[in-house]
Structure formats: C-alpha cells, structure tokens
C-alpha cells in the first residue's frame, strides 16, 4: 500500500498521506509494531504522512478506557523523527506524537492537517480548536479515528469533535476517520462553511478482500471538486460503487498566502559529501528521518569547508535548499555560514546563494533565483564546534510549465493495437503506449508529438509505466534515447541523447530552449527491446 503510494508519488502529484487510525491491532504485539513500521518507513524521503492514534493503538485498549496514553506508538512513531521536516507544524504535548499539525501548500491553496488522539479530551479539543482558530488562512482537514458511525450520523465521540472544533470554525473543510466501516456527510458547520466528513475503514479478519484498500483523495481546484476513490494495491481491484466512489463539489479552494515551497522527493536524490563520519554518511540527510545525520568526520577531525552534493538524478528548475540541523544532545555541526552552488553536469559549479544562519535547532533556508541544476552542493564554511551537519536537507524546485497534452497528437513508429501513442499523453498515469511485441519490433522506435503549434521547448519529462497488480512487467522502460526536434514533421534535429536507470522513476532530460511544434523520443535501448511511457510532457518556456 505505502509502496504504491511512493512508486506513484510523482505521476499523481500525491502530497500528503494520512492515517486514520489503528495502525495496529494489538497494541503490546511488538510484532504487528515492527510490520507497521516497515510499511510506513516506505514513505519516509517520499510523501510526508500523518497518523492520528486510534482504539487499538492505546495502551489501555481492552482493559482500561481512562488510560490512553500510546507507548508503543511513540516508540516506532516518535515525534523526534518528524519534528523537522518541513511541514510539521508541531504536537499538542513536546514529547509526544500523539495531536499533530502539519502544514502545506497544494493546488494555490493553503492547508492545515490536525491529527486528533481517539477520544480527544477537552485539553486536546481546546489547543485543536485554538489551532484552527489562530490559521484562518488554511483550509482545515481534521484526521481522527473515532467520528461518525456506519449510518453517517456522528458518534459520541465524533458529536464532541464537532461541537469544539469542525463545526465551530469557518475553514474547516473536512473531517477523515476509520475505525467503523464506510460512511460519509456533508454538513454545514456554524458559519455556513461546508464541512464534508468522511470514514473509511476496511477490515475483515477472513479475507484478503476488502482488506488492504486506501482512499485516493484526488483535489481539483479549477472545477472546485474533490474525487474520492477506493483501491487495493494488491489486488489491482477498486471498489466503485457509490459508497466508495464519488465526487464532492463545491470545495473551497481559497488562494493561499503561505508561501509555497515544493521539495525534490528526497528518495530520487543521491547525496556525496567531501567528508563523513563512518555512522554519518550524506544519504543519512536524505533519510526522512530527522534524528539521524550528515556528519562531517570527527575521529580525527576534518576542518571546514565541508560540502554535501546532492544529485536530483534530473534537471529541475531550482531555487532553494531548506536545512534541517541536528535536534539531539548537542548542536556540534549547526551549519552557520555557507555557500550553496549549483551545477548542470556535476564539474562545473556556479554560485547560487551565500550566507550566514543562526546557531541555534529551527530550520533554515537557503534561496537565490531559479536556475536549471541536476546538482545543488552546500558548503558549510563554518559551523558549531568548528564541525558540520546536517538532520535532513530539501532542495526547492519551480515546477515547470509543461506544454498542454489536449492539444497534442501523438504518433509511434510501432504500438500494440491495445497500446497507442496516444495513451502517452492522455493524462493518466494508468494507460500505456507500448510498441508492438505480437510481432516485436526490434528498437530503435520511436514517439512523436506534434505540439498543434510552434512553441519554446527546453524539456521532456518521461514516466515509465507504473507497477500495477495486475500487470507487473516493466518491459518497455526505455533506458537509452535520443530526442529530436521539428518545425515541419519532416527534418528532425537531434537536441539530447542519453540514457536513464532501468526503473519505474519519472525520468527527463532538458536541452537549449528552442522553438518547436515536433518533439520526438527515440528509444534505442528499453527493458525486454521494447519501448513503453505511461506519460510524456514536453518542458515549455525559457531556462531560468
Ligand atoms: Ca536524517
Ligand atoms: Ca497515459
């Protein structure tokens, strides 16, 4: 399931993941714990996730209903780890990860997450309710285990959520919970804001189906709308009648002021560093884990500079670095003046952005003004005890703006009759081109797309085929390319040539903006001698 979400992450523009609760089923089993763990770690570096505690993560679950505090949910879920990442907004309690808030930008909009333990007591229901009170700005979405039951009305439980907090304020856009079954409302909360709550749960101890299902929330903000549907990784299966499939419109997506701030998924980033402790090696700030680090060796010590190199393994359009220090014993490595370089091919580095920053755990930023890089490098000139380091470090990027595929026409030298060009712009990540394999067509092959019209081109983004259960082949992944260029259909010139992993990441390759109604990818080696793409977009515009 989390696997699912990270291979997708990209394709589907996914920015949050949230849990409902019960991430086990019995609380002192450290077994379940361990699993748990292990599938939520497969988020870590991908998607930042939030998970609200539910019944059964409790201590007192089953024998106590006072006792409600969750120690094994904070041993494997510790607020430490999270705590610098940058979205986390922050706990109702400093020690523990019990009531969090988490805040983000998507879609123009500004949003607020705010996890809420089972049960909430008033102590929670009141720092809740002064969290959303104090973020008028941010559309709410309130994640908790216990809320409505299966005929849609409210639980006990839930009727206290909503007389403190969901119903009270204006910018609450929703409510998610589990625990139950599967059902939904859409109420008007006391300033006459909609508030749509929502519970999704799937458990069934005899069979693997419906277990295993996740809701895909998928938010549109020019048609107002929110699209909810139901699937099971596993199975390959959905669940679509209208329990579990359904549109909601009328959401409000105000324009947000939160400056916004997309990161580089930071497990499609590799990290080098002139010099590392044994322990703390430079992937150690790529790890989504903010209590392990980059550390610059200490046995004997390395004097500053020191410098990490990350490479987004692609160009992207970037324009910042956010740097989370270490937040443990001790601030030895605090980066406290730096310079940040970028670089197109790895040698050549040009200066981005220089400066000092404060000597103390909040987290930094580095920004200067869009520029085309793979490699970003952070150079710390000196830092706490004379050492550097890093918890965990983000790169800001511009997302570019992409040529519109409604006005595209794709062409392919050779696809399955079931597989034509024109599934590789079709928007969805679902749908394939794939050359012919009934009578394989040795490779080289290629796609083209004609634009409709001349435009500056400077890019091709290219997602190979994503797994799916029930279509596991990777055949296709094209991994060695040319890409060439056309004003007339007729006479191609080649602009780029290059090869990519044999894996499911979305790949791109970028060249010197030129103006073009033709672009076309030649495959010249792909897993299997095929060639496939789920999607391909063409980079419009100037570098910069
Ligand atoms: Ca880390
Ligand atoms: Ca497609």
Known sequence: MTGWVADNAVARNIRYVLHVGDVVDRHADMGEWTEAQTAMNLLDGEVPYAMAV??????????????????????????????????????????????????????????????????????????????????????????????????????????????????????????????????????????????????????????????????????????STLSVRTYNPETGTSLTDPANQFTLSGISFPAGSAPSEP??????????????????????ALDGDCRTMWHNEFQPATPLPQSVTLDLQRVHDVRGLVYAPRNDHTQNGTVTAYTVATSLDGT???????????????????????????????????????FAAAAELHVVYQPESLVAQALMKATATSANAEYPASLAVDGSPDTIWHTEWVRPAPLPQSITLDLGSSQQVRGLVYQPRLWAADNLSPNGIITRFQVQVSSDGVTFTTVATGSWADDRTTKGVRWATLPARYVRLQATAGRGGYASAAELDVVAGVAG
């Not at 008028?136 to 007389?163: C, E, F, K, M």
């Not at 599967?182 to 458990?203: F, K, L, P, W």
């Not at 499609?268 to 430079?282: D, F, K």
């Not at 000092?356 to 952070?378: F, I, N, Q």
Request: charged content about 15%; aromatic content about 10%.
């Open 54 to 223: 539910g019944n059964h993560d409790v201590d007192g679950f089953g024998v106590d209903a006072n006792n409600r505090t969750a120690t094994n949910f904070n041993l494997r879920f510790p607020r430490a780890k999270f705590a610098c990442m940058p979205s986390f907004g922050g706990s109702q309690s400093p020690s523990t990860y019990d009531n969090t808030y988490h805040l983000f930008s998507a879609g123009g909009t500004d949003w607020m997450v705010l996890t809420l333990k089972w049960a909430p007591v008033a102590a929670e229901l009141t720092w809740a309710a002064q969290l959303v009170a104090a973020n008028p700005g941010r559309q709410v979405i309130i994640v908790t285990h216990d809320y409505l039951l299966g005929d849609g009305t409210r639980s006990a439980v839930g009727q206290q959520v909503w007389n403190a907090v969901a119903g009270v304020y204006p910018n609450v856009a929703m409510v998610l919970s589990g625990h139950r079954s599967v059902a939904r409302r859409s109420s008007v909360g006391r300033n006459g804001n909609t508030v749509h709550e929502i519970m999704a749960d799937y458990q069934n101890p005899s069979q693997r189906n419906p277990n295993g299902y996740l809701r895909v929330l998928e938010f549109d903000p020019r048609a």
């Open 263 to 284: 990161l580089v998924r930071q497990a499609l980033v590799r990290a080098s560093a002139t010099s590392a402790h044994t322990e703390n090696g430079a992937a150690r």
């Open 348 to 386: 050549s580095f040009q200066p981005a952005a220089t400066g000092t920053w404060p000597d103390d755990r909040t987290l930094k930023r580095a920004t200067w003004p869009v520029t085309e890089a793979r490699y970003v490098r952070l150079t710390a000139s000196a830092g706490h005890a004379g």
